[in-house]
């Protein structure tokens, strides 16, 4: 690859998943591409973490399903993601002007809030998914963390504030001053959990297709036929997931429901018993609070895996991000700038956030055409709300009841410059947030 193609590639976060920390060191199924002419009662486009719990479901109930992806499963941002299982949802403010002012998606939600942990166990998903926790971490306190804390809590989740001392047995440094720690949530491997839903639903009778990316979506008759360069699939109904990593020329108006946003992926290689006693002895998934630069876990491998938002111009360059990383780690934890650690992956994804500020959109169920729905748009949350609404979705369609779905169903209509989210935060937000990060730093 051309230095002007890789940096391309890096840019647009379609840069080889080979590149990601995720996929397993032995190699997922490769699913074969769609070379027939074949039948399906639902259609699903796009094998990231929603249209492979939708397909699973769907399959699990009984219905034939076709499962299509451009490339092969986990591809796209399902794969490149920074493995936290977020266990709430932020700042979703479009739910007051639904139907029911949301109410029925918050108790989906808290129902079915562990519905990675429940699948990897119900199915035997091996995802290297664990329950630990996660902790948000500040230099000082903020009232809005004791504020949502308190909210969570009154919905029945397990969550506290925390001050310096506990902050410093479960993280093992003492830069934070406050902090939130969550019971539920943890870390997933976005990668093998896809993977293994797609496995799960092919063992129920779902047909999948890799290396297959749609070229057409035709109405023929009551029913859709998708085209392929090989084959092609008809259906009574057909489900768009494609999620952020978008691109047709059959539904076009699609593109621009969401705001785009570039992240890249950092992983280091295994840390010694040394650095595993002094960062994060608690295991615990980590973020920081407010700015979050760093969403940190620890893997099943004893590998630190974060994500950041690159600035423009710059997503190829790995080595810095990693020097960032490094930095945040050695003022967080001083003891580490002793204990060489190096560098096992970078790599670049997209995002499709619903709304112009970052946690504060939702997913989205669109009505296409008769038939046609895409469900879309997931943001930061995707891990945990992606599977849950392919889930409700699923039952909802096996049931033909779709009074049950607890998104509003809305036509999708194209955001006045959807590129603005990104420019905000790349060229704008993240530069001035490190600063702060490192002043806030320099202060204590």
């Not at 796009?46 to 249209?51: E, F, K, P, Q």
């Not at 830069?175 to 969550?182: L, Q, S, T």
């Not at 990668?191 to 297709?209: C, D, S």
């Not at 060229?427 to 490190?434: E, G, K, N, S």
Request: charged residues 20%; aromatic residues 10%.
């Amino acid at each position: 690859m051309s230095s002007s193609a890789a940096y391309a590639a890096y840019e647009s976060g379609t840069v080889s998943i080979a590149r990601s920390a995720w996929p397993a060191p032995a190699a997922s199924p490769r699913w074969p591409a769609l070379t027939a002419d074949i039948e399906a009662e639902v259609a699903v486009i796009g094998a990231g973490v929603v249209g492979a719990s939708l397909a699973l479901h769907l399959a699990e109930r009984g219905l034939r399903v076709a499962l299509v992806e451009a490339r092969q499963p986990a591809d796209g941002a399902s794969g490149r993601n920074a493995g936290q299982v977020q266990p709430y949802f932020g700042k979703f403010g479009e739910m007051k002007a639904w139907p029911d002012g949301g109410q029925r998606f918050v108790d989906y939600y808290l129902r079915h809030r562990n519905i990675i942990f429940e699948l990897c166990a119900r199915h035997g998903i091996d995802a290297d998914a664990a329950p630990c926790g996660l902790v948000a971490a500040a230099y000082r306190e903020y009232a809005s963390m004791t504020q949502n804390a308190a909210h969570w809590r009154a919905l029945g989740y397990q969550v506290e504030t925390i001050g310096a001392g506990r902050l410093r047995e479960l993280l093992g440094t003492e830069r934070y001053a406050f902090g939130v720690h969550w019971q539920d949530g943890g870390r997933v491997n976005p990668h093998m959990f896809t993977n293994g839903m797609v496995a799960v639903a092919a063992r129920h009778g779902a047909q999948v297709f890799g290396d297959s990316p749609v070229e057409a979506c035709e109405r023929v008759g009551r029913r859709w036929k998708l085209r392929s360069a090989q084959g092609s699939v008809t259906a009574q109904k057909v489900v768009v997931c494609t999620n952020g990593h978008f691109g047709n020329a059959f539904f076009p108006e699609l593109a621009r429901t969401s705001y785009p946003l570039l992240a890249c992926g950092v992983a280091t290689t295994p840390l010694p018993p040394a650095l595993l006693e002094i960062i994060n002895p608690a295991r615990v998934a980590m973020s920081q609070f407010p700015l979050g630069l760093y969403p940190m876990v620890l893997d099943g491998r004893n590998r630190l895996v974060t994500a950041t938002i690159p600035g423009v111009g710059g997503a190829d360059d790995g080595k810095r991000y990693f020097s960032y990383l490094l930095r945040h780690l050695h003022r967080t934890w001083p003891a580490t700038r002793d204990v060489p650690i190096e560098l096992d992956a970078y790599w670049t994804g997209m995002t499709a956030n619903s709304a112009p500020a970052y946690q504060a959109g939702g997913p989205r169920l669109y009505h296409v055409a008769d038939g046609v729905m895409a469900l879309m748009n997931f943001g930061a949350g995707g891990n945990v709300v992606g599977p849950m609404m392919g889930m409700n979705l699923a039952h909802a369609l096996a049931d033909d009841r779709p009074q049950d779905i607890v998104l509003p169903l809305e036509a999708p209509v194209a955001l006045q410059s959807p590129g603005r989210f990104e420019f905000k935060i790349r060229r704008v937000l993240i530069p001035i947030a490190r600063v702060i990060d490192r002043f806030e730093r320099i202060r204590l």
